[in-house]
């Protein structure tokens, strides 16, 4: 599997200049990329570009060489994770959330209540958090939610924003375990984050981004580096 940009530009409606410029890249499966810079430098963007969730203004983003934009077909392969749980939490209570999307694709509740406890036991949740009302957790529990009703529809490629925000350490390496598991599956892995020090173990590859376009990238296994004008 290949997920891949070409000649991405990216401009939000009524802004002056363009959030992205020119990307062209290709992220491998077995792979894990972390995407970094400062604000405002167009992290954000590029994942939803990715995931199908903003079109680009220009350019193309594809999956194994075909367009993904404007078809549904493609969707179940990305588990986006927002920065911000509530911008994804919307069913009245845990369970409802969690099987949300699954039930999209699956009809089988025996495996889908199957595949629920395996993750409230990954994650050392009780179930009864199960019963409880999304809009009444924390901000963390909120997060770790809203991974949960990604990762049980096994998607292949997993983008996620600032995923560790808020998040004691357990939670953090339980993360950590999710992205190496993804990566040894020969799934795709795509995280946007301030923090180097925390994926420094886990990432493969580094991409700093600047004023919308890529200006370092390091290969963090071969100790590489190439940079941009």
Not at 89 to 94: G, K, Q
Not at 191 to 205: F, G, K
Not at 206 to 217: D, E, F, Q, S, T
């Amino acid at each position: 599997m290949e997920l891949s940009t070409k000649n991405l530009y990216y401009k939000y409606p009524g802004a002056s200049h363009y959030a992205l410029r020119d990307i062209t890249y290709k992220f491998i499966e077995g792979k894990t990329y972390l995407i970094t810079g400062p604000n405002g430098a167009g992290k954000t963007t590029l994942l939803l570009i990715l995931s199908g969730l903003l079109k680009p203004t220009q350019g193309e983003v594809l999956l194994d060489g075909t367009p993904i934009h404007g078809k549904e077909l493609y969707r179940r392969f990305f588990g986006v994770l927002f920065q911000n749980p509530d911008l994804m939490l919307f069913n009245p209570t845990v369970y409802d959330e969690i099987i949300y999307s699954v039930r999209q694709i699956c009809n089988d509740f025996r495996r889908i209540n199957e595949d629920v406890d395996k993750w409230l036991n990954f994650f050392e949740l009780d179930r009864s958090i199960l019963d409880r009302q999304t809009h009444t957790l924390s901000y963390g529990y909120k997060k770790i939610v809203a991974l949960i009703s990604i990762l049980i529809y096994e998607p292949k490629i997993l983008i996620l924003d600032e995923p560790h925000t808020n998040l004691s350490k357990k939670y953090i390496k339980k993360i950590k375990d999710i992205i190496a598991m993804n990566a040894s599956k020969n799934g795709i892995n795509v995280i946007a984050s301030h923090s180097l020090t925390i994926y420094r173990d886990t990432a493969d590859c580094v991409i700093v981004l600047n004023n919308g376009m890529i200006r370092k990238i390091v290969d963090l296994k071969r100790n590489l580096i190439s940079t941009t004008s």
